[in-house]
């Protein structure tokens, strides 16, 4: 996991470690599709090494592993719309605005939360608990790699 984990590191230092200001056009969808799917790659690499699967629980696990993917890259996208508008407001964050993005921010961590459980609970059901769990171990971990990442390389507001 330590690969991934400085491939994460640095694909976020490198979107991230500019000034809040320049923030918003550093990140052109050309840059966001490429880091995705150089993430996505090493990630399925990473699940393949550490979660041992039967024939039968593959066939089931990775159209329900891509959905997942799916449906968290549209999440993320809402993600990345709010890191840019916070980029785009920084230098006069008003207190209206400050309540949107704060209420956005939320509103992601809260529907990626949401995510996890109803994948949790589809792969639970489709293969097995114990393979869920151990799909959601590494996956959290990842995403929290992310999160710590972009996180600490954001200003903190004015």
Same mark, same amino acid.
């Given at each position: 996991?330590? =690969? ?9 230092a490198?979107c ?7 923030? $918003?056009?550093? !990140?052109p969808e050309s $840059?966001?599709?490429l ?10 690499? #990473? ?5 041992? /699967?039967s024939d @039968? ?11 997942y993917? +799916?449906?968290?890259?549209?999440? @993320?996208?809402?993600? /990345? ?7 785009? +407001?920084? @230098?006069?964050? +008003?207190d ?5 993005l704060?209420?956005r921010? #939320?509103? =992601? $961590? ?5 995510? $996890? ?8 059901k *489709? ?5 869920a769990a151990k !799909? !959601?171990?590494? *996956? /959290? *971990?990842? *995403?929290?790699?992310?999160? /710590?990442?972009?996180?600490s390389s954001?200003p903190?507001?004015?």
């Open positions: 996991m330590n =690969y991934l984990s400085r491939l994460l590191i640095a694909a976020c490198l991230l470690c500019c000034p809040a200001q320049e923030l $918003h056009s550093f !990140f $840059h966001v599709a880091l995705r799917s150089e993430i996505q790659t090493r990630k399925t690499d #990473l699940i393949q090494q550490n979660l041992t /699967l @039968d629980q593959a066939r089931k696990f990775w159209p329900l592993q891509r959905s993917e +799916n449906d968290l890259s549209k999440l @993320d996208d809402s993600g /990345l719309d709010f890191i840019r508008a916070y980029a785009k +407001n920084w @230098d006069d964050l +008003n209206e605005m400050a309540r949107s704060g209420k921010v #939320l509103n =992601y $961590h809260k529907k990626r939360d949401d995510l $996890h459980g109803k994948y949790f609970d589809r792969i639970s *489709e293969i097995s608990p114990t393979v !799909f !959601f171990q590494i *996956e /959290l *971990e990842l *995403e929290d790699l992310v999160d /710590l990442r972009v996180a954001m903190l507001i004015k």
